[in-house]
């Protein structure tokens, strides 16, 4: 349309609408009332009016098909090709030829004509009516977008209705009849007429607010503004909707814009369903339309006519002065010619008592319904007047007198019994034909329906019912990708969009809250009750997170994202979830089974009941951010910064570096807000001891710090790979605690290989799905006793753990928990002597720096009331 606006206009007027449909009633009922009103002198007038009309469709196909993109080969246009094409049938000439032979008026011996002729000629005439038929679907398509045309003109009429009263509760002073002016001043003048009136509209709105201006200057002067602005809005609602003094087109054409405009509109599945159930309905009026007649015995057969002629023939001879010879030679060549006739002759009878009734044995065990005849009484008094003979008086006297009415009958009686034969296997056929038909239209149009809305709207309350039972299972759903994307997909797609995005909001914390509201009936209630819960909870932190903000600017979120995604992948593999994004930090929660333990409410202190389940789940914490260390320092979206002059300059050998702080205890896990913003996340001092667990490890200058509380739950063989590195009492515990670190090397790591780049972002998440679903295997086998859990064994076989482990010193270990002993036993000289022996081995290590520093304040003599534990300075 927008390519061939004048086209559309005109194929879309009332005038060609008009046309149209007075051509296509032609097409319909034209050639009928030639036959009906006029003899073959009037062919040639209908026969031009039929190019005529011909000429009408075919142009009226050719313009459809440049302004509607999608109108070529589409079911349409071959109705309407088909339709078009049909008119050629009804040129009678051509029709003369192509089904009767050599058109000629000169008088024709049609009794000469042979079977095949007349075969033709039948055939003709009925294809002629039935491809006649294919055009009532012109009539019916153009009254379907008339229908549609009208409403959508009537909705953009009362759209524009609505718009000029919101214009007059908002603009009062406007002038209410400014729009209406400018429509009839459109339509009544030229170009230059309406530049020159527009200007004096102009002026007088001009001279209007001057006046209206002064009046309120005295009231207020603010008012003087809003109405000038008032004024300009308004003047943008004209130019858009009504009449605009840059643009020319006429209100009709802007009225049409609008209903273009609003047809786009139109919802794709509503417009796709109901083209489906139009098409349908066609298809199967014209199967019956074409079909039905063809379980007709008489589409194949003519009724047999003959036997009515015999018998009136042999009533007229009998009747008439004729010999008993002529008569008797009659009903013998009647019965002679009968003989051999597909419905051949079974009884004749006449009521003279010296003819013999003609009775063939068949006829008293056929049907009714299978005999076709006929009789005629025969008038004896005209008889006797043409036959005064004495044999026919006595004739008269000795049979006829005595005869009833219907003993006086001339009968004669054909077997047509192979036709009813062929009506009833065509009647069974017909009534499977319907059936077949039924049961397929509706098959057909529950299909269209079940694809286009049930099964989509079934699929939709499946997925909400899936995001209210299991939030978080939303992220696995997969987007449904389609050609023709139907508003019912792209619902269906928002569904599990908003799902995943809720999942991804809100969290493994938030389940419950999205569960809760989904399930109820009632209002939004976000905030629902907390609940105390058990969890290792996880924080960490980025390094210089500060100067790398100053550096890198808006590049600082990729930043934050490539870190993240390291992060959140590692801990969902190994069973955790991601709970908080503060910036620089990540706060990490590893929800325990609510099954496997129970919280004493006199202390809040955790009891166990599957000891297995619990060490493998404090293990694979571990693991986590052993892992999330190693592929800081492996991964090349990460290494990429080390080369990073913006970060160079500002620190020099700049290394992407974390904190890392495990705890584990009971939180309370509810929303955390109010009901403009809310948080789901957990409230308890056991996430505040994580946290301080990671701010500690500046201090103790290692990337990992776990709790005592934690430490005591790990499988045997982590507890040996785990190494105390002091005890403290931390602010906010009534306890004292010991921290525990676990040492790795990941200077000098290679770096890992680049990833498959022809994998999509939707492989990659089925990759890392895989290797989650790994870990649950696991786990299952070593909760039901399939198998051990050995943390060694998994450590070799990671390539990542291996990597790390091997640098790993473990004499010093061994000399470094040695000198731990004395300094716990508060010997701290002898404690001091050990830790240079260690720091031999490893010059750098944080602790033994940390632990002498914190002796050498007391000058290696451990306080009088020492008690194998300090308070922590630094939080």
């Known amino acids: 349309m927008e390519k061939h606006p004048t086209l559309y206009q005109f194929l879309n007027s009332n005038f060609t609408s008009v046309v149209i449909n007075l051509t296509t009633a032609y097409a319909l009922f034209g050639d009928d009332i030639r036959i009906i009103a006029f003899d073959n002198r009037a062919d040639i007038v209908f026969d031009f009016f039929t190019v005529i009309a011909f000429l009408?469709?075919?142009?009226?196909?050719?313009?459809?098909?440049i302004i509607r993109p999608k109108y070529f080969l589409s079911f349409f246009f071959f109705l309407d090709t088909i339709s078009t094409i049909s008119l050629i049938m009804d040129i009678h000439v051509l029709q003369s030829i192509i089904f009767f032979g050599q058109y000629d008026n000169s008088t024709v011996d049609l009794s000469k004509e042979g079977s095949a002729s007349k075969i033709t000629r039948r055939s003709g005439r009925r294809f002629i009516r039935l491809v006649r038929l294919v055009r009532i679907v012109k009539l019916y398509k153009a009254a379907l977008l008339q229908q549609q045309n009208q409403q959508t003109s009537n909705k953009t009429q009362k759209n524009l209705e609505e718009r000029r009263k919101k214009k007059k509760k908002?603009?009062?002073?406007?002038?209410?009849?400014?729009?209406?002016?400018?429509?009839?001043?459109?339509?009544?003048?030229?170009?230059?007429?309406?530049?020159?009136?527009n200007n004096e509209d102009n002026k007088n709105n001009d001279n209007n607010n001057y006046k209206y201006n002064k009046n309120n200057n005295n009231n207020n002067n603010n008012n003087n503004n809003n109405n000038n602005n008032n004024n300009n809005y308004t003047n943008n609602i004209n130019s858009n909707y009504i009449n605009s003094n840059n643009n020319n087109d006429s209100p009709q054409i802007i009225m049409n814009k609008i209903i273009q405009e609003n047809?786009?509109?139109?919802?794709?599945?509503?417009?796709?369903?109901?083209?489906?159930?139009?098409?349908?309905?066609i298809i199967i009026v014209l199967l019956l339309l074409f079909i039905m007649p063809l379980f007709s015995a008489a589409y194949y057969f003519e009724e047999p006519i003959t036997m009515d002629l015999a018998c009136q023939q042999l009533k007229l001879i009998t009747e008439m002065k004729s010999t008993r010879y002529e008569i008797q030679l009659q009903f013998d060549t009647i019965v002679k010619q009968h003989m051999n006739l597909i419905t051949p002759i079974v009884f004749l009878r006449i009521p003279l008592s010296y003819i013999n009734n003609f009775n063939l044995t068949i006829f008293d065990y056929i049907r009714d319904e299978e005999k076709e005849g006929i009789g005629y009484e025969l008038n004896i008094d005209l008889y006797l007047q043409n036959h005064p003979n004495k044999?026919?008086?006595?004739?008269?006297?000795?049979?006829?007198?005595?005869?009833?009415?219907?003993?006086?009958?001339?009968?004669?009686?054909l077997n047509i019994a192979p036709l009813a034969v062929l009506s009833a296997c065509l009647s069974l056929g017909r009534i499977i034909f319907v059936c077949i038909l039924l049961t397929?239209?509706?098959?057909?149009?529950?299909?269209?329906a079940n694809d286009l809305v049930l099964i989509p709207i079934e699929r939709m309350r499946d997925k909400v019912i899936q995001i209210a039972n299991n939030p978080l299972s939303s992220k696995d759903q997969e987007l449904i990708i389609q050609d023709q994307q139907y508003e019912t997909i792209i619902i269906e797609n928002a569904i599990i969009k908003i799902g995943t995005l809720l999942a991804l909001g809100f969290g493994d914390a938030g389940s419950e809250i999205i569960a809760s509201n989904m399930t109820n009936t009632g209002d939004v209630n976000p905030m629902i009750p907390g609940k105390k819960k058990s969890a290792i909870y996880g924080f960490c932190d980025i390094r210089n997170f500060t100067d790398a903000t100053e550096v890198l600017q808006e590049d600082v979120m990729i930043f934050v994202n490539n870190i993240g995604e390291i992060v959140h992948m590692v801990v969902d593999r190994y069973l955790g979830a991601a709970n908080k994004n503060i910036g620089d930090a990540f706060l990490l929660v590893w929800k325990l089974r609510e099954d496997k333990y129970m919280i004493k409410e006199e202390d809040n202190s955790l009891v166990f009941n599957d000891e297995v389940y619990i060490q493998i789940l404090c293990d694979l914490a571990v693991i986590s951010f052993l892992k999330i260390n190693v592929k800081l320092n492996r991964e090349q979206q990460i290494l990429e910064y080390r080369n990073d002059k913006r970060l160079q300059s500002r620190l020099e050998n700049y290394k992407v570096k974390m904190g890392f702080g495990l705890h584990i205890g009971w939180g309370i896990e509810g929303a955390i807000g109010s009901q403009f913003k809310i948080d789901a996340s957990y409230l308890s001092p056991n996430v505040n001891m994580a946290s301080r667990l990671e701010a500690a490890t500046k201090q103790y200058g290692v990337p990992l710090l776990i709790s005592s509380d934690l430490y005591e739950l790990f499988s045997p063989k982590m507890q040996n790979i785990a190494r105390q590195i002091d005890r403290v009492n931390v602010k906010g515990s009534q306890r004292p605690i010991g921290l525990y670190t676990v040492d790795i090397n990941v200077n000098n790591l290679p770096a890992s290989k680049n990833g498959d780049p022809t994998l999509s972002k939707q492989d990659k998440y089925y990759d890392c799905l895989y290797k989650k679903n790994e870990i649950i295997d696991l786990v299952s086998e070593v909760i039901n006793r399939?198998?051990?859990?050995?943390?060694?064994?998994?450590?070799?076989?990671n390539k990542d753990l291996r990597m790390a482990f091997e640098g790993r010193n473990e004499q010093f270990i061994e000399l470094f928990n040695d000198a731990f002993f004395y300094y716990l036993d508060g010997q701290w000289m002898i404690c001091k002597q050990k830790m240079e022996k260690a720091k031999e081995l490893v010059q750098d290590d944080g602790p033994i720096q940390t632990l002498i520093q914190v002796m050498k304040q007391n000058g290696f003599q451990a306080p009088d009331n020492w008690e194998g534990y300090r308070e922590l300075t630094e939080k």
């Open 56 to 65: 009408i469709f075919t142009c009226e196909v050719i313009t459809a098909m």
């Open 263 to 281: 047809t786009n509109n139109v919802s794709i599945v509503s417009k796709k369903l109901a083209d489906l159930t139009t098409q349908r309905v």
């Open 786 to 797: 399939q198998c051990e859990w050995d943390v060694n064994m998994y450590i070799q076989e």
């Open 440 to 448: 397929v239209g509706a098959l057909l149009f529950a299909k269209d």
């Open 391 to 413: 044999e026919d008086q006595m004739e008269y006297d000795n049979v006829l007198k005595g005869m009833t009415s219907d003993q006086k009958l001339i009968q004669g009686f």
């Open 170 to 197: 908002i603009f009062p002073q406007q002038n209410n009849n400014k729009c209406e002016e400018n429509i009839k001043k459109d339509k009544i003048s030229k170009n230059k007429n309406n530049k020159k009136k």
